[in-house]
């Protein structure tokens, strides 16, 4: 079973970027859709960015422009660039295949103050 863990996150202030990391413990999610998905307090884990094998990417409507998604499938890794960040993408940040299908991570706590 793949194990994902999710690093980088932290306290930055509205404005500010952050740039989270993801490592597989195995190279087979080279051929996967990876996702990140992002946790709000109260709120259902949602998807924000995904990129295919090939690296084609989509990012929900809200993310667009603000955030990156990476991947280097010689380092089993998936990478979020965050930009010009808002107190609205506070949250649990996970990365997981899309859709997801292996077990989840720990995350990585995300909290951008105003």
């Known amino acids: 079973q793949v194990q994902l863990v999710e690093s980088g996150g932290g306290l930055v202030q509205a404005g500010g970027s952050l740039r989270l990391s993801c490592a597989a413990s195995?190279?087979?999610?080279?051929?996967?859709?990876m996702g990140w998905y992002r946790q709000a307090p109260g709120r259902q884990r949602e998807l924000v960015a995904r990129i295919s094998s090939g690296g084609n990417t989509y990012y929900v409507e809200s993310v667009e422009g603000r955030f990156t998604i990476s991947r280097d499938n010689t380092k089993n890794t998936v990478d979020l660039q965050m930009n010009s960040l808002k107190p609205v993408d506070t949250g649990v940040y996970y990365c997981?295949?899309?859709?997801?299908?292996?077990?989840w991570g720990q995350g990585t706590q995300v909290t951008v103050s105003s």
């Open positions: 997981n295949a899309f859709p997801a299908s292996f077990s």
């Open positions: 195995e190279s087979s999610i080279r051929f996967n859709f």
